[in-house]
């Protein structure tokens, strides 16, 4: 097979991939536990300088309940960019959360919440992504809330500090947790005249595998309601140019994700052909910095084409996991960050 005919067929296959999963995603159907709701694009764009993620301090919080105005959630956000040559391009701010609900009607809710940054209070974000179970009993939506704060950001500043407060109605029950609140930050660099070029995509794909194995077998044989395979999100990167280009910095940012059992993978899904010198990643989201939140930087240069859109998927589960018995695994696709650098 020659090199033309084996990209192209790289390309159709990933781009029957995605129309499945469009399908799938359109149809009039509740939200479930399959991944289902594939990551956006919201920016891409070229800078000389760098680009920051962090979380900082931040832990999964205790319940904040809309009666307990005492119950605020603070988290210190450190930030390294010189003071000198450089000015902000884009910084957003992020508030992943889950189990959001009415305590009294037993209900799943959307949750209310007062976030404030570098002393400005924001009541709503400017995007906020969803998803749930679809079913009872625990039809509880998770989240992630964005928010755009680069007028707020200053070169030279060491650390930021962001709350997070229920908002809701104290005469009612209402209650959410915050799993990590992240800060994603570019600039550039005037005296740099090395190129790199971003992306960033973020959103909310809610996934859950459980494999319960049959009693009295020989082998592995375990039932899974939903298999891994069905629970691989997805995030796409527009027109990736690696002309040129010296490495590729991945970084991928999953709550939940506080297990060995998840793959990353880039241009390459189950079912398609084993294409050559194709790499995917075990373990990443394996409860770092702790076991609610997970994120990782991974080089993925090697696994680029060039000239195309280029996809990555966040697999849940493993078809090899153990112990025997019943194992099981939440976890959410929140964050993909790309950022290429370029030699000339």
């Known amino acids: 097979m020659d090199e033309k005919y084996d990209l192209n067929w790289r390309i159709v296959m990933i781009m029957m991939f995605l ?23 919201y920016k891409n764009g070229t800078i000389t300088g760098d680009m920051n993620y962090t979380i900082g301090n931040s832990k999964y919080s205790p319940k904040l309940w809309s009666n307990n105005t005492n ?6 956000l450190p930030q390294n960019i010189p003071s000198a040559n450089t000015s902000i391009v884009e910084a957003r701010l992020y508030v992943y959360w889950t189990w959001s609900y009415d305590y009294i009607a037993k209900l799943g809710v959307y949750p209310e919440m007062e976030v404030v940054f570098k002393g400005q209070t924001f009541y709503n974000p400017d995007v906020r ?3 749930a179970s679809g079913s009872s009993p625990f039809n509880y939506p998770s989240g992630t809330d964005c928010y755009n704060v680069t007028s707020l950001i200053d ?9 997070v407060k229920n908002s809701h109605v104290p005469s009612d029950c209402w209650t959410f947790n915050v799993q990590a609140i992240g800060l ?16 960033i995509t973020e959103g909310n794909d809610l996934t859950y595998v459980k494999r ?20 691989v999100s997805l995030a796409n990167f527009t027109n990736v140019d690696t002309t040129n280009a010296s490495s590729a910095k991945l970084i991928t940012c999953v709550p ?24 995917y990643w075990d373990g990443l989201w394996n409860a770092t910095p702790y076991s609610d939140f997970s994120w990782a930087t991974t080089e993925v240069l090697d696994n ?5 859109t280029n996809y990555v998927g966040f697999q849940n589960g493993l078809y090899s996991m153990v112990p025997l018995g019943q194992t099981e695994g939440q976890m959410q696709a929140a964050n993909a960050f790309l950022l290429i650098n370029y030699t000339a």
């Not at 319960?212 to 629970?231: K, L, R, V």
């Not at 793959?263 to 790499?279: D, E, K």
């Not at 680029?304 to 195309?308: E, K, M, T, V």
């Open 19 to 41: 129309c499945a999963a469009l399908v799938i995603t359109t149809l009039p159907a509740a939200a479930n536990y399959t991944a289902d709701k594939p990551l956006t694009e």
């Open 71 to 76: 119950n605020l959630y603070t988290v210190s």
């Open 129 to 131: 992504y969803t998803d």
């Open 155 to 163: 070169t030279g500043i060491s650390s930021y500090i962001a709350t």
């Open 184 to 199: 994603l930050v570019t600039y550039n660099d005037s005296a740099s005249t090395i190129k790199k070029h971003y992306w």
């Open 212 to 231: 319960f194995n049959c009693t009295n077998c020989t082998t592995d044989t375990g039932i899974w309601p939903i298999t891994p395979d069905q629970a």
């Open 256 to 279: 939940s994700g506080g297990t060995p059992y998840n793959r990353l993978y880039v241009n390459y899904f189950f079912n398609f052909p084993a294409w050559q010198n194709i790499m």
């Open 304 to 308: 680029l084409i060039d000239d195309q």
